[in-house]
């Protein structure tokens, strides 16, 4: 069965770095287009990054556009996000998630996609 799972959010200090990895089992990661999501408590779940199959084309956030950095090993089923000068407002559950087939530049809502990891905490705080 479809599977990811996330892991190497933690409790970082504002300026500070966290690199948060996917495993993803049982469907074959080249096919599909890959996203995160993150959502802090009493917001609705937020779309962070996408990544096409290929890795050819990527998405982000304004909030995140030149701080966070996805990628993906499709060898390895692996997804990934580094986030750089992390702010207490990045603050939040971090969830991967696989897209709907169909291919989109944007990284779309939540309904777009069709599987997601349990998440991981970040908290960014001094």
């Known amino acids: 069965q479809v599977q990811l799972v996330e892991f190497g959010g933690g409790l970082v200090q504002p300026g500070g770095s966290l690199r948060l990895s996917c495993a993803a089992s049982?469907?074959?990661?080249?096919?599909?287009?890959m996203g995160w999501f993150r959502q802090a408590p009493g917001k609705e779940r937020e779309g962070v990054s996408c990544?096409?199959?290929?890795?050819?084309?990527?998405n982000y956030a304004d909030s995140v556009k030149g701080r966070f950095t996805i990628s993906r090993d499709n060898a390895k089923n692996m997804l990934y996000l580094e986030m750089n000068n992390l702010k207490p407002e990045d603050t939040a559950v971090y969830y991967c998630?696989?897209?709907?087939?169909?291919?989109?530049?944007?990284?779309?809502?939540?309904?777009?996609?069709?599987?997601w990891g349990q998440g991981t905490q970040v908290t960014v705080s001094s």
């Open positions: 049982g469907f074959t990661l080249a096919y599909y287009d």
């Open positions: 990544i096409s199959n290929r890795s050819r084309y990527t």
């Open positions: 998630a696989r897209r709907k087939l169909g291919s989109s530049y944007s990284i779309g809502y939540p309904s777009d996609y069709d599987y």
